[in-house]
């Protein structure tokens, strides 16, 4: 069975610049989550969706983050206007349920210069 | 203000030696808990949990002990391996809300 599949893995942009960011979940999980994870730290929740829904989105700085889920698969993550500070890992994780172990991807490393 | 918390940012240990690995929490309402292994350039993957029912649970070499009144969970790995050489990450969470993560354990084993 695949796993958690993220693209790109690394992205460089100028500071100003879009991004996004895909994510596709195990194949059956209804629950997807968007973490950021900064050098030295743990990853901190972004946004989690319970299928279509977004049920959590009190971590995303909204002002320049946005997140989408159509249809309750994939995902998508953007930013606009990226800053110098958003330079981070980017992982998205899914789970059968909100309450049991999540599935990380293999994470998207963002610098932005 | 940090939930979950992993004071120790790294552990040496020899092969064949017992792992253990502590995290701290402040919310006594968090009744899940989680510990996940990371490699670099990969994501986390889940190793072991344990609810607050519990006080232990055990899979193979890993064993994950809970004490509720302390607000404290450790991780136990033995016999050490080398490719257990890794980040370890807690993480808990409140009757299925968000999972709160420390800042993770670099823990190398020595051959």
């Known amino acids: 069975e695949a796993g958690v599949v993220q693209s790109p893995r690394y992205k460089i942009i100028e500071k100003k610049q879009p991004v996004a960011f895909w994510c596709n979940p195990i194949s059956g999980h209804n629950t997807l989550y968007w973490y950021l994870q900064n050098l030295g730290q743990g990853p901190e929740l972004l946004i989690r969706y319970e299928n279509e829904e977004a049920v959590d989105d009190s971590q995303l700085p909204k002002d320049r983050f946005s997140a989408e889920r159509l249809k309750g698969v994939d995902s998508t993550l953007k930013i606009q206007p990226a800053e110098l500070g958003d330079s981070a890992v980017y992982l998205c994780?899914?789970?059968?349920?909100?309450?049991?172990?999540?599935?990380f991807g293999q994470g998207t490393r963002l610098t932005v210069v | 203000d940090q939930q979950v918390k992993q004071n120790s940012p790294s552990l040496s240990v020899q092969e064949g030696r017992i792992s253990i690995l502590n995290c701290d929490y402040t919310?006594?309402?968090?009744?899940?808990f989680l510990w996940y292994k990371k490699y670099p350039a990969e994501g986390p993957t889940f190793l072991i949990s344990i609810s607050s029912i519990k006080d232990k649970n055990e899979d193979g070499r890993f064993t994950v002990f809970l004490n509720k009144s302390a607000k404290h969970l450790s991780l136990h790995i033995v016999p050490s391996q080398p490719g257990d050489s890794a980040v370890y990450f807690c993480a808990a969470s409140a009757s299925s809300n968000q999972f709160y993560f420390g800042t993770g354990t670099s823990l190398t084993v020595i051959p």
């Open positions: 994780a899914s789970s059968p349920t909100g309450n049991t172990e999540a599935f």
């Open positions: 919310n006594s309402m968090f009744d899940y």
